[in-house]
């Protein structure tokens, strides 16, 4: 298990960041990632494994005026 946005989330050890996006279907290219308050290069999303216990912070940008 591991922890989004502070909810518990069921996974499964050493799978992708990338893998996690697609799951919850974030697609935006503007992501800020973070896995246990270090942000992580998008363009590692591939490589970088999620474990459990991790927490995980995605944030969207927001536009507007």
Known sequence: MIKVNGEDIQWRDGDTVELLLTKLEYKHPE??????G??????????IKI????AVQIIHPLCGG
């Open 31 to 36: 992501l800020t990632i973070s896995i246990n």
């Open 38 to 47: 270090r942000e992580i290069d998008r363009g590692r999303c591939k490589d």
């Open 51 to 54: 474990h459990n216990n991790d």
